[in-house]
């Protein structure tokens, strides 16, 4: 009976042997833990490094026509404006926004920001920086995760004197980037400008904007409209006549 027993438990112990269980860590001493659900990489989100990413936009030449907000002239900046959207004139005021995000999940630090202004936009002002070879730089120190700062350029059209004469609309694209840690974003923002026909004294004559006009017949249906009150009288009385 002894022998049975003996050779029950030496079949036990060589079925588990080399079976080690999986326990979490909770001593600190480098016990091997099982994964975590939600943990990165076993069902939660993967930590990044610091990401930079950056959107351009330029202004709506004509937002401030229709847009405002208590008085106040609400500028409208978009991606793009192609050849059948609001044309740029000659002379006129320009903008561009910038705004730089921290994607990841890492602090950036010293990020190098750099837009490359297009051929016929004269650069007037910005957020500090400089301004040199038609390139503006500016510097952000720190971004935190998640976090994004906005940038304002101002700029001109130059004089339709410099403009080609072969051409209109004459349609410009602006790239602006931003550089952290070896790695470059950028994003571009196109916009189109209009030449002018020049009159014999050399002034500058645009088209005149569309205006939508009322169909004829809904003036005439109008027309028909306000007639029916006075026909309507005039029926009454001379049937009383009768």
């Known amino acids: 009976m002894k022998t049975q027993t003996f050779f029950i438990l030496l079949t036990v112990a060589f079925l588990f042997k080399g079976v080690t269980p999986v ?15 939600g943990a990165p990489g076993y069902g939660g989100p993967v930590s990044q490094p610091g990401v930079v990413s950056i959107n351009k936009m330029v202004l709506d030449p004509r ?15 978009v ?33 190098q920001v750099r837009d490359f202004f297009p051929q016929y936009v004269m650069y007037v002002s910005g957020n500090g920086g400089s301004f040199s070879n038609n390139t503006y730089t500016f510097t952000i120190n720190q971004l935190e995760p998640g976090q994004s ?4 350029l101002r700029g001109r059209i130059v004089d339709s004197t410099q403009l080609p004469t072969d051409q209109s609309p004459i ?9 952290s840690e070896g790695k470059i974003a950028q994003d571009n923002a196109q916009l189109c400008i209009e030449r002018p026909s020049i009159t014999k004294g050399g002034q500058p004559i645009y088209p005149l904007p569309q205006v939508q006009e009322t169909p004829k017949t809904g003036a005439e249906m109008l027309t028909l409209i306000g007639l029916l009150p006075g026909a309507l009288s005039g029926f009454i009385l001379r049937k009383k006549a009768v």
Do not use: H, M, W
């Not at 326990?23 to 975590?36: E, R, W």
């Open 23 to 37: 326990v979490a860590d909770t001593t600190g001493y480098g016990v091997p833990s099982a994964p975590l659900y």
């Open 63 to 77: 937002s401030d026509e229709t847009r405002t907000k208590g008085g106040q002239v609400q500028e409208v900046f």
């Open 79 to 111: 991606e793009n404006l192609g050849r059948n959207d609001n044309l740029y004139r000659a002379n006129e005021a320009t903008a561009f926004k910038l705004i730089v995000t921290n994607t990841g999940t890492k602090t950036l630090t010293n990020i």
């Open 149 to 152: 700062k906005e940038i304002i």
């Open 171 to 179: 349609c410009v694209i602006n790239r602006a980037e931003a550089e």
